[in-house]
Nanobody
Framework: QVQLVESGGGLVQPGGSLRLSCAASESIRTIDAMAWYRQTPGKERELVATITRRDTTKYADSVKGRFTISRENAKNTVYLQMNSLKSDDTAVYFC?????????????WGQGTQVTVSS
């Protein structure tokens, strides 16, 4: 069971930047994909960005051009660089790992980190 711990959330003004980190308890080198989701009260969890084992990335339309997902295998860490933040980006951000091992899909979630964009 891979443990994921997010950090880096906080309060930031509109237009500002934050970098979220997701530290894994084991190597992420072979995990098929890592992703960032976000959730606000009363809404479903929304996929923000994904990065595969081969560093292929995808983004939600709402964050394209502003957010960047990356991974540093040596530190077992995935990052989400968030620039030009808007009030709509306020949410709890979760890290997720998705791993397919011999046809069985495993999903790992972190506990989340709060991001608040407000003046």
């Amino acid at each position: 069971q891979v443990q994921l711990v997010e950090s880096g959330g906080g309060l930031v003004q509109p237009g500002g930047s934050l970098r979220l980190s997701c530290a894994a308890s084991e190597s992420i080198r072979t995990i098929d994909a890592m992703a960032w989701y976000r959730q606000t009260p009363g809404k479903e969890r929304e996929l923000v960005a994904t990065i595969t084992r081969r560093d292929t990335t995808k983004y939600a339309d709402s964050v394209k051009g502003r957010f960047t997902i990356s991974r540093e295998n040596a530190k077992n860490t995935v990052y989400l660089q968030m620039n030009s933040l808007k009030s709509d980006d306020t949410a709890v951000y979760f890290c997720k790992g998705i791993d397919n091992r011999f046809g069985v899909v495993y999903e790992y979630w972190g506990q989340g980190t709060q991001v608040t964009v407000s003046s």
